[in-house]
């Protein structure tokens, strides 16, 4: 199965799930699940921005980005964060405004258990998937959808308190409760999400050794080259690889070219995400 695909798929149940958490929100005045549904929402939304990223992500590297186009998937996850974080304000406000008068019902369990299932499948489509196409936008998305599982499994709760509301003070509200735990959880989990990708885009010039040791066996290939230092740069999902080589033996210059092209051939074909090979012959 494609990325594409599955994206599409967790972005069709992920717009169930949030139609029926609004309708069952909206008709039982049961504001938490109201405040959930809106979170959902964004799942598919972001789901639909993820499909463009990817498309654009996927670009092979030019002039004018040599690195390619990993960027954007830092930009996609920023921009996810920022809306859970406008979620968060949305869910704190509704916890000091709305005023429905929630009567809890087995019904709304009904309906939180489907939900629960539904998330489940896409929080495990989007593992699966990310982990064998190592893509960080479908990682970063199946994180989203788990705090979405997590926060359903809060309005679970709350719905079973409210069962036992005749034992608890009239001056506790459980579902009010309910809407501020949320939106303190949207909010941690929003700032984490921007925090992390903003600090891959400001330091994605670092070295970074995950696949040097796999790189330096490769070159091993090419008796003819000596290779004095190898990088590697993360650019979001991708690698950008910087090689220093001396000519061993007397080489024409064509005949380096072609080495020079079998090198990058060679690299790109064992992993799939390096995407920019630069080769500097130097002398000593």
Do not use: W
């Amino acid at each position: 199965m494609k990325e594409n695909k599955v994206i599409i798929i967790t972005a069709i149940l992920n717009f169930i799930v949030a139609c029926l958490k609004l309708a069952s929100g909206i008709i039982f005045s049961f504001s938490t699940l109201i405040a959930d549904s809106i979170q959902s929402f964004i799942d598919f939304f972001t789901d639909l921005t993820s499909i463009l990223a990817n498309k654009i992500g996927k670009r092979r590297a030019n002039k004018t980005y040599p690195f390619g186009y990993g960027q954007v998937y830092y930009l996609a996850n920023l921009f996810t964060g920022f809306l859970l974080f406008l979620i968060g304000i949305f869910i704190l406000y509704q916890f000091f405004f709305f005023k429905g008068h929630f009567k809890p019902s087995i019904s709304i369990g009904v309906v939180l258990i489907i939900v629960l299932m539904l998330k489940t499948i896409v929080v495990k489509l989007l593992q699966k998937y990310g982990k064998k196409y190592k893509s960080e936008l479908m990682i970063e998305a199946s994180k989203e959808s788990k705090a979405d599982f997590i926060s359903t499994c809060v309005v679970l709760v709350v719905l079973i308190l409210a069962f036992f509301e005749e034992y608890i003070p009239s001056f506790i509200n459980i579902d009010k409760i309910g809407s501020l735990g949320m939106s303190i959880y949207v909010f941690y989990t929003s700032i984490k999400m921007m925090v992390s990708n903003i600090r891959g885009m400001l330091t994605n010039d670092v070295e970074n050794n995950d696949i040097k040791d796999q790189i330096e066996e490769q070159l091993k290939n090419f008796k003819k080259l000596e290779f004095k230092k190898v990088k590697v740069i993360k650019m979001s999902a991708y690698y950008s690889i910087f090689l220093q080589v001396k000519v061993i033996d007397n080489m024409s210059i064509k005949k380096y070219i072609a080495m020079e092209r079998e090198v990058r051939s060679k690299l790109k074909a064992s992993n799939k995400l390096i995407r920019y090979i630069d080769i500097e012959p130097i002398e000593k």
